[in-house]
């Protein structure tokens, strides 16, 4: 089983509607990351909590919120989506000792 | 600004031969490096690291070469493998504390080796 998973992965909503991808994990880390990738733009970071008591803003967080239900889970929510956020969109995680990143399949969202 | 640049967005190179990634990098308090892999259709891997500390590190095919006073980092494969075509990520940490402990990644770089 996948150490990192991401629901839904694929998704198309309208503009204006609410829409959450959620992202578990299994690996008993305690910080988790959303980032997405554009074409050309590489990752960027949207989101990112230390603990489940910990949320910070990452460089592109304008349009979207966060939630860390538990040490395993961090959902990620476009209040009112819009096409621009169309993108691929990756949950990370990582251990308090360590740097190394370790991703999640992705989900790609496209807003039409 | 973007502080971490990979500056080439793609690289060919034949089976067998030495496959070279570039990275460079703008803010000196960066120091620790890592090189991620991603394949289509799934999230990137982790492939190695190093510390500001080593100017060099090794795992098998895989060698990272650091030159801090260029602010450059170089990904090294030998031999090349068609597996390895992958987008490579460099990513770049800050000191410890406070919100430098994420990271910062290049644009990515396209890496095609050809049997």
């Known amino acids: 089983d996948a150490d990192v998973t991401q629901t839904p992965r694929n998704r198309i909503t309208k503009t204006g509607k609410r829409i959450m991808l959620e992202c578990s994990q299994t690996?008993?880390?305690?910080?988790m990351y959303w980032y997405r990738q554009d074409p050309g733009l590489g990752l960027r970071l949207i989101y990112y909590?230390?603990?489940?008591?910990?949320?910070n803003k990452g460089e592109i967080s304008d349009g979207y919120s966060v939630s860390r239900q538990a040490q395993a889970k961090f959902s990620l929510s476009l209040e009112s989506a819009i096409p621009n956020q169309t993108a691929l969109y990756f949950c990370?995680?990582?251990?308090?000792?360590?740097?190394?990143?370790?991703f999640g399949p992705g989900t790609r969202l496209t807003v039409t | 600004d973007q502080q971490v640049k990979q500056n080439s967005p793609s690289l060919s190179v034949q089976e067998g031969r030495i496959s070279i990634l570039n990275c460079d990098y703008t803010n000196s308090m960066f120091d620790y490096f890592l090189w991620y892999k991603k394949y289509p259709a799934e999230g990137p891997t982790f492939l190695i690291s190093?510390?500001?500390?080593?100017d060099k590190n090794e795992d098998g095919r895989f060698t990272v070469f650091l030159n801090k006073s260029a602010k450059h980092l170089s990904l090294h494969i030998v031999p090349s493998q068609p597996g390895d075509s992958a987008v490579y990520f460099c990513a770049a940490r800050g000191n410890s504390g406070g919100s430098n402990y994420k990271l910062t990644f290049g644009k990515g770089t396209l890496l095609t080796v050809n049997p």
């Open positions: 190093i510390s500001s500390i080593k």
């Open positions: 909590s230390f603990d489940v008591k910990d949320i």
């Open positions: 690996k008993g880390h305690d910080r």
């Open positions: 990370a995680t990582s251990d308090s000792n360590k740097d190394e990143q370790y």
